[in-house]
């Protein structure tokens, strides 16, 4: 693994009471760990010192360690070298940590929710990844809410002392979602994510309401004994009216490319020209697994059910379902570094892992 550097510290929460959990919070960088210096520039945020930024912190009798990347990144930046540092920092922080909470930027931040889903669903802790649309120093922000809203669901327990929320989750404006359930669609509002497809888990008001049956179980799995390997060799097909025949053979044709996203219009359905339908075949048959998302938000992918899908079911596209895109393509990086055979990386992808489709 590439050398991604960073430092770990026990923030001083200066308590009389014992702490209730131990909880990891992870800055990768982005909007919400940034303020102003002397010069008026935005500068990266010295999380050494976020809980006097942020005081109401000292309220939840926690026990916070901070890891910070040493060299923030944009989250335009992140790929899966820096989903396996986070990984890798999980599983080494396992044992003394009750939950984690991941600041990262929004940008990729459903991507890094949906991989790392796939990477820990024995991990039977909290991982709540939130960030900000303003910088914690900018007084309208929503880091604050945010931050304290997730450090809550990271540490809450049932009655039974098991953890709320045991899954891979992503916290933003008051709404948590099921990590590889969110996708961004805002870029200017604080409401800038949403889960079109499957209920949100909790929501925070003046109490924080839990939907207990949307959320995962407790899994009864051993965690992985190694990391992941990603397969990059991928790429995304996206259709629109007027797409020609050179631009779908330069990402089909390319012997580098394993598998494709294919964005389709609706329930799934797409042109059907001959020209393309035989693009399409003949990829199949030289075993490029094709996974067929619907371009819509919310909804789902009903191959055959108009005759414009009916030819791609027939090709050997894969139906991707309710899969967002975010979870489609980051499954399918997933699936195919596991090595199996073409039929094999098909059943790996259309069997559910942790509630990403279905």
């Not at 049932?158 to 099921?178: A, C, D, I, K, T």
């Not at 139906?319 to 895109?325: H, I, K, P």
Request: proline fraction near 6%.
């Amino acid at each position: 693994m590439p050398d991604i550097t960073y430092t770990k510290i026990v923030l001083d929460m200066a308590s009389p009471k014992p702490p209730k959990a131990n909880i990891l919070l992870i800055y990768t960088g982005g909007t919400f760990g940034m303020e102003r210096n002397s010069e008026g520039n935005l500068v990266p945020f010295n999380f050494a010192r976020v809980v006097e930024s942020i005081p109401v912190i000292r309220s939840f009798d926690l026990q916070i360690s901070v890891v910070a990347f040493d060299k923030p990144i944009d989250s335009s930046d992140m790929n899966p070298t820096h989903w396996n540092r986070l990984i890798q920092i999980i599983l080494d922080e396992e044992s003394t940590h009750d939950g984690f909470v991941i600041l990262h930027g929004t940008d990729t931040m459903a991507f890094t929710a949906s991989a790392l889903s796939y990477a820990l669903p024995g991990l039977n802790k909290p991982v709540v990844i939130t960030g900000a649309q303003l910088p914690v120093s900018m007084p309208r922000t929503d880091a604050r809410e945010n931050l304290i809203t997730a450090l809550e669901i990271a540490s809450a327990r049932q009655p039974n002392g098991q953890p709320q929320v045991p899954e891979v989750s992503l916290l933003f404006n008051h709404h948590l979602m099921r990590g590889n359930r969110a996708q961004k669609v805002q870029s200017s509002k604080f409401d800038a994510f949403r889960s079109e497809n499957y209920p949100l888990l909790a929501e925070a008001g003046i109490e924080i309401t839990y939907n207990q049956n949307a959320i995962l179980p407790l899994v009864n799995q051993p965690m992985a004994g190694s990391l992941p390997h990603w397969f990059t060799g991928v790429g995304v097909l996206k259709l629109f009216p007027g797409i020609t025949k050179p631009a779908v053979e330069a990402l089909l044709n390319n012997p580098a490319v394993k598998g494709v996203v294919l964005e389709t219009f609706g329930a799934g359905n797409a042109i059907t020209s001959d020209w393309f339908i035989n693009c399409i075949t003949e990829a199949v048959r030289r075993e490029v697994i094709i996974l067929n998302v619907s371009q819509c938000l919310g909804g789902y992918v009903h191959q055959g059910m108009y005759a414009t899908s009916q030819l791609l079911a027939k090709a050997g596209v894969v139906s991707g379902l309710d899969l967002t895109f975010e979870a489609a393509i980051t499954k399918l990086m997933w699936v195919l570094g596991r090595g199996l055979s073409y039929n094999s990386t098909i059943n790996d992808l259309l069997t559910p892992i942790c509630g990403e489709l279905g």
